[in-house]
């Protein structure tokens, strides 16, 4: 017995494209503006270590923002993971061509 199977789609999807990256670019109209900026253009103004840890960083454009662990920062969708001694630790995941996941940590000191 042979059996098809068939999806039926309302827009058919570009083959071409990657599924993950157009789940990734769904998002980016709803992103804040330390969502949309690299890691590498923040700048780590300060650092208050005590219960509540949070970090000031500002951002090319000249405002500053104040981060607390849990946020999300950085155009990769990175989660702030710690904060304190002066820095902030960032980990971004991503997903490489094959699906497989892996994370990159970024530590932001205060310059």
Known sequence: MLLAL???CAEPRDP???ILESEVTQYAGDRTPI???PLDAIKLAGVVDD???RALITLPDGSSHVL???DVVGEHFGVVK???HGRVVVVEHFHNA???SFAS???LTLR
């Open 6 to 8: 068939f999806l039926v």
């Open 16 to 18: 071409f494209t990657s």
């Open 35 to 37: 969502e949309r900026v």
């Open 51 to 53: 219960a509540s840890p």
């Open 68 to 70: 607390r662990v849990g």
């Open 82 to 84: 710690a904060i304190g």
């Open 98 to 100: 094959i699906g497989a």
């Open 105 to 107: 940590t970024h530590v």
